[in-house]
């Protein structure tokens, strides 16, 4: 009987493969309207596997050709949409035996990007997790791990290159103007990390000696217009290679290292084994077209991607559930590395103030919503939706508490203990969390439950100082709220790094180790009351209950070595007034010019400290959200931040200016992002003032940066001149469709300008633009998701229009990607924390997106757990 409820797959049903695969070879004939596949599979027992089990291959919109057993046309099989499944195998399976299949895919048809597609007329693959399966039948699993030799087929005149994983073996021209090439990967890898693509492309490309002497060629394939913006992604990869040999002694692997630039892709970038698959996005930059968010954005996932090729690839994962096993451990090994480039420790600050706040306002959130899982899941429906910040900075984190507890040496050990055992191996997160108490001599026993658990916990702080005893006592309790599926939680292990600040300067950093619910320490030889610093450096991804004063906060803001911390109490401080409603009191302002003007503090941080905290960590605060309300708060609180200081804005303005010509390094790039800070606040205090400097720094920026910031602000603070300037961008950068989006994303996220239309209005017009493409994840991004999960003051409106936008882009977003359009799904997650009537329009346009019949798994499983089914 065929039932409607979605299929859900469960950790704990795991179960070894009855077959795996020895050598696998692939014939592959490429045309966008009818790609042939021929697979030649060697087939052997699995180590659990039960005879005369049948072989069941996944495969997905196939036209399945033929079967072939041991050279024999093989008949006894059955089809369904989603299996190949094959009986009768020769002495039941026990013994090793051929399987060959033929069968044919569509790539030209191809929109959601999942497996074999077409891109501006080249081919790509897209196989993690489950995409190999559009390619040919296949133990589509992470724990089959395979040698791969590559044929690919393809006429030469439209189809000169030819890319697959591993080392080139062979060329060859074929009859009818079709030529060949044949790949062959040393290296056995799950089918998620098999990649292809061919087309017209060139290279850039660098010959550079790794530690052990060997000498290895790295390429940078894009389309011929774009060679001269590849720069900086060879420099990161370069500098990723080499940092990972320093750091790990991990060294790469293969003779030659390939990364492709590709403008229609589902995410960021692809680890694919030799041959990582990049958006665009993540590629391409040069100072006139790319902003140093861009370039920053670049080097950290050139140097992600690189990394995996050990924390991934050579050791991957057992199923699914492990993701965060190989990504949490990937997105840490990237923050370290782009600390370790910024180059002093105030810079490693800033790194770190930057993953915080991307924790907070996209993590944090999903953690207390329905979506909210551990960072190793139990259960899914689509694991594509489980790609999730959770998984990636939520297990970061956990990976950077191990780090905390043991040191960087510690640490270390760990890691060559996790290579040593488990090298070519798939295995799951106990695994990495063995090898790290082992190498260690420690028990990680209560650790584990940063894996099962879902959810922030909140760790609440009491003090209390006994001046006649000089002892200061400190009592930490935590708790954590329900997630779904999970009533009760169990103690965390939490690493807490606290410093008592005193006159004196007399007591050192320790690290606590709160382990129980309730846990109290006494601190002797404490002369004077002391000003506690707690959670510095973030050393636990947690909420504090902690009602320090604002005059400690205060104190915290203008004095905390732990600049980090230093950060922290001016975030809260600010939230808390902004949450009451407040403004700046004249203390807080006086302290906001004092870090302003210290000419020992990067600029960089000092942008970052007079940021305010986003709207989407406001509502967690909140118990019942109102939006206008905060946004109007936020708002009034950033403009007498700006007025209240405006000779300060004025000065940095000037003093901060990079007069000598673009310079792409982290110091230049503090300047630039604190000056168009200034620019920013100027024009919030007094825009008709300095509207006509903002024009001018739009007209004459020799970088990205500036005339972006420029745009930005006369956009957002509503100027005259902003209609003609975003114009004029168009104008000149029309063929980059880079900039392009950044042209659509910075009018789809306006918040809203008194007297001007709404910015929905905006947004429906430019879905209209000659420019918007539906089947452009990029461009799709840029104008949808802009607006419905990076603007929330324009987003949520009580008329529910927002919403009802939302509802009719999910729908018609769904056929085409159903990735992506699960991903703006989420954008109503948080409903039930919104007042009325915000909440009760969310739930009705969830309910009809909801009533779709048709849905994908992927956005069938968003909308059905926000709705709590
Ligand atoms: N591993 C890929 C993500 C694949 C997403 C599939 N839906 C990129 C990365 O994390 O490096
Ligand atoms: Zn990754």
Sequence with gaps: MKTDLPQSFRRLEYRSPNYTFGQVELDIALDPARTIVKSRLEVLPGKSHEPSAPLILQGQELEFVSLRING?????????????????????????????????????????????????????????????????????????????????????????VLLANGNLLTTEKLPNGWHSAIWEDPFPK????????????????????????????LQIWVEPHDLKKTRHAMDSLIASIHWDEKRYGLELDLERFMIVAVSDFNMGAMENK?????????????????????????????????????????????????????????????????????????????KRIEDVRTLRQLQFPEDAGPMAHPIRPDEYQEINNFYTVTVYEKGAEVVR????????????????????????????????????????ERDFSQFKNWYSQAGTPRVKVEERYDAAQKQYHLTLSQSCATSPGQPEKKPFHIPLKV??????????????????????????????????????????????????????????????????NRWESGQKLAMQMILENRLPDVQLINAYRNLLMDPKLDSAFKELALTLPAETYLYEQCACVDPEQIYSSRRAFRRALASGLRLEWAALYQQMQTPDGFKSDAISAGKRALKNLALSMLLEADAPIWSAMAVNQYQNA????????????????????????????YQRFADDPLVVDKWFALQSSRPPVDGAEPTLTDVYRLREHEAFKMNNPN?????????????????????????????????????????VAARLARALDRWRLFSQPYQGKMHAYLEEVAACKTLSADVREVVSKALGN
């Design 401 to 440: 508490m191990y780090q905390t507890l043991l040191g960087v040496n510690g640490f270390r050990k760990g890691m060559d203990l996790y290579f040593k055992r488990h090298d070519g191996q798939a295995v799951t997160c106990d695994n990495f969390l063995a090898a790290m108490a082992d190498a260690n």
């Design 702 to 729: 020799d970088n990205m940066t500036d005339r972006y910031a420029a745009l930005a602000g006369l956009v957002i603070h509503g100027v005259k001149a902003a209609k003609e300037c975003l114009d004029d961008f």
């Design 190 to 217: 799950p089918s998620y990390l098999f990649a292809l693509v061919a087309g017209k492309l060139e290279c850039i490309e660098e010959t550079i000696t790794t530690s052990s002497g060997a000498r290895k060629l």
């Design 499 to 564: 410093r008592l600040l005193t006159t004196a300067n007399d007591h050192v950093e320790q690290l606590l180790e709160l382990k129980e619910t309730k846990q109290s320490w006494t601190f002797d030889n404490i002369n004077e009351l002391p000003v506690l610093s707690i959670n510095r450096h973030f050393s636990a991804p947690i909420n504090l209950d902690f009602a320090q004063s604002e005059v400690d906060l205060l104190r915290l803001f203008s004095n905390d070595d732990d600049a980090f």
């Design 779 to 819: 461009r799709v991004r840029s104008v949808i998701h802009a607006f419905c999960m990076a603007n929330p003051a324009s987003f949520h409106q009580a008329d529910g229009s927002g919403y009802a936008f939302w509802a009719e882009a999910v729908l018609a977003l769904d056929p085409i990607n159903p990735q």
């Design 72 to 160: 024999e046309a093989h008949r006894h099989f059955e089809l369904t949409p989603e299996t190949l499944s094959i009986h009768s195998l020769p002495n039941d399976g026990k013994d090793p035996f051929v399987v060959e299949i033929i069968c044919i895919c569509v790539p030209e048809k191809n929109t959601s990007l999942m497996g074999l597609y077409v891109s501006n007329g080249n081919f790509f693959t897209q196989c993690e997790a489950e995409g190999f399966r559009k390619i040919t039948y296949f133990l589509d699993r992470p724990d089959v791990m395979a040698k791969f030799r590559v044929t690919l087929r393809a006429r030469e005149a439209e189809y000169p």
């Design 274 to 350: 030799g041959l990582n698959i990049f958006n665009t996005k993540y590629v391409l930059a040069q100072p006139e077209t790319a902003t140093d968010v861009d370039f920053a954005n670049i080097e950290s996932v050139v140097a992600h991607e690189y990394f995996h090729n050990w924390t991934g690839n050579r050791v991957t994962c057992q199923d699914w559930f492990q993701l965060s096993l190989k990504e949490g451990l990937t997105v840490f090994r990237d923050q370290e590395f782009s600390a370790d480039q910024m180059g002093s420790e105030s810079g490693r600050a800033v």
